[in-house]
């Protein structure tokens, strides 16, 4: 049975429970065509909730769809939805564009036949005691090896099997690597180490989500007086942080307390970084 509250909206009305959505002939249901976006609300706040309805319409693009809706009516459905789903919870905003129909005799989406749901439901915030990641056996691909520039579904059962994979070793979650062995994220969030007083996080370069959460809070710190720098990273460059944490729309910072054997205490730089969200949040910033 389906035991989770849940709303959504599709075709003009928001319906409860876990409403049908997808037909058996879709383009998606067969062969993966779907894109989405994952953002949070809580404490009477979205933060960059506008920033992730773009996004969700330039992965549509990028999956060569015409998106049916602008951001400006994505986000209008959004905050509707916030407003009437009672809730003291943190909420999980989930709007989803996808494929209804092939191009004539090709396995390509034909552009024209975009679809639109938003799901919205109660997701409790992780207090902030700590991560621990292992090193993934599973990498992220190259933007020539796979739909990287869109938050595509095709792209995340490989980021289940990291997860699986590093909680069947005891971990909670894992650092994959770039095709050149660098480091990239994790199957859900943005990595920061800190060296020196020095935010270190990782060059984009197409092949790890640049989240929305990383951009605000390296943009939070900078303006904090902080020195924040994108580089190339090793995995053995991890080994030398005096603390690390993730960044990401679910759990906002999170602290790292581990990366395989090197145990780490949460430091002041990712309590920091929380506060400074939490007061961007709240427009205190
Ligand atoms: N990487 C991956 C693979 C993700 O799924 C997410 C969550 N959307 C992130 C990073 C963090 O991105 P954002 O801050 O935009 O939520």
Redesign the pocket.
Same mark, same amino acid.
């Given at each position: 049975a389906f035991g989770k509250r849940i709303s959504t909206w599709f075709e003009g009305q928001w319906h409860e429970g876990n409403t049908p959505i997808m037909g058996a002939a879709d383009h998606a249901t067969w062969l993966g065509t779907l894109v989405f976006d994952?953002a949070r609300s809580f404490e009477g706040t979205a933060p960059d909730l506008d920033l992730h309805c773009i996004r969700l319409i330039r992965s549509a693009t990028a999956m060569g769809m015409e998106p049916c809706m602008t951001a400006e009516e994505v986000l209008a459905i959004a905050k509707e939805g916030i407003a009437r789903y009672p809730s003291e919870e943190p909420l999980y905003i989930r709007p989803m564009m996808w494929s209804r129909e092939g191009a004539p005799g090709m396995i390509a989406p034909a552009p024209d036949s975009c679809a639109f749901a938003l799901c919205i439901e109660d997701l409790p915030l992780s207090p902030p005691t700590g991560v621990r990641l292992c090193l993934s056996s599973f990498r992220r691909p190259r933007q020539d090896m796979a739909l990287t520039e869109a938050?595509a579904a095709c792209l995340y059962p490989n *980021?289940g099997r990291m997860l699986s994979e590093a909680r069947a070793k005891g971990f909670d979650n894992a650092i994959s690597l770039d095709a050149d062995g660098n480091v990239a994220?994790t199957?859900?969030?943005?990595v920061f180490m800190v060296r020196d007083g020095t935010v270190l996080t990782p060059v984009p370069n197409g092949t790890?989500?640049n989240?929305?959460?990383?951009q605000r809070v390296m943009a939070l710190l900078m303006a904090d007086g902080y020195t924040v720098e994108e580089a190339v990273l090793t995995p053995d460059d991890l080994l030398t942080a005096d603390e690390m944490f993730l960044?990401? *729309?679910a759990s906002k910072v999170m602290p790292v307390t581990a990366y395989e054997d090197h145990e780490m205490q949460p430091g002041p730089v990712s309590a920091r970084a929380r506060a400074l969200y939490w007061d961007y949040a709240h427009g205190r910033v």
């Open positions: 994952g938050k *980021n994220e199957a859900s969030t943005n790890f989500l989240g929305i959460t990383r960044t990401g *729309n």
